[in-house]
């Protein structure tokens, strides 16, 4: 199994500009999450979903969005894409059968807007 | 709002040394607990878990020790080695398998 993969690893954004950030898991895993986090700091939630076309907002989701249309992906879409999410973002997974709610993460996209 | 957290930045130790890194935790209803290791450039790493029934639980070189009555979680490495140098993380869960994370420790390792 390839787990968790994200692309892009980089991008550079203009202010404004939008973009989608790809997550995708081969682990047949219900549950997905997005991350993003800042230099010195923790992991914090964006968005997260507990089946396909089931999603909901963590803590930080204001200027996200994404959607759940297959148990592999969940993208994470940028519209007007601004300096305060420069950071670097993780997809992951878990499952709720699993004996623990472990989640397996991507490699993460870092994230540049000027 | 209710939060993890963790006392020290930054730890440095020599090899062959055991290396203990603390985090406190504010919600006594958490019942779950994940110890993640985050090299340099890297996603997250799970090491070790335990749930609130435990006190205690060992893996290969870690162990993870739960005090409920301080709300109180260690990670133990023992033998520590220069691939263990990385920033650790402990998190807490948040319903759906949401999880709350502290800011990190980081670890140095000194051959």
């Known amino acids: 199994n390839a787990g968790v993969t994200q692309t892009p690893k980089f991008r550079i954004l203009k202010i404004g500009q939008s973009m989608t950030l790809q997550c995708t898991q081969d682990m047949n895993h219900n549950y997905m999450y997005w991350y993003r986090q800042d230099p010195g700091m923790g992991l914090k939630l964006i968005y997260y979903?507990?089946?396909?076309?089931?999603?909901d907002k963590g803590e930080v989701p204001n200027g996200y969005n994404v959607s759940r249309s297959t148990t592999e992906d969940f993208p994470l879409r940028l519209e007007l894409a601004a300096p305060s999410q420069t950071s670097v973002y993780f997809c992951?997974?878990?499952?709720?059968?699993?004996?623990?709610?472990?989640?397996?993460f991507g490699p993460g996209t870092r994230l540049t807007v000027l | 709002g209710e939060s993890v957290g963790l006392h020290l930045p930054t730890l440095s130790v020599q090899e062959g040394d055991n290396s203990i890194i603390n985090c406190a935790y504010s919600n006594s209803a958490s019942d779950y607990f994940i110890w993640y290791k985050q090299e340099s450039g890297k996603g997250p790493q799970f090491i070790i878990d335990?749930?609130?029934?435990?006190d205690k639980r060992q893996g290969q070189r870690v162990t993870v020790l739960l005090n409920k009555t301080v709300k109180h979680l260690s990670l133990q490495i023992a033998a520590t080695q220069p691939g263990d140098s990385a920033v650790y993380f402990c998190?807490?869960?948040?319903?759906?398998?949401?999880?709350?994370f502290g800011k990190g420790t980081m670890l140095l390792v000194s051959p």
């Open positions: 979903s507990v089946g396909a076309g089931i999603t």
């Open positions: 335990i749930r609130s029934n435990m």
């Open positions: 998190a807490e869960n948040g319903g759906y398998s949401t999880l709350t």
């Open positions: 992951a997974s878990s499952s709720p059968e699993d004996f623990a709610d472990t989640q397996y």
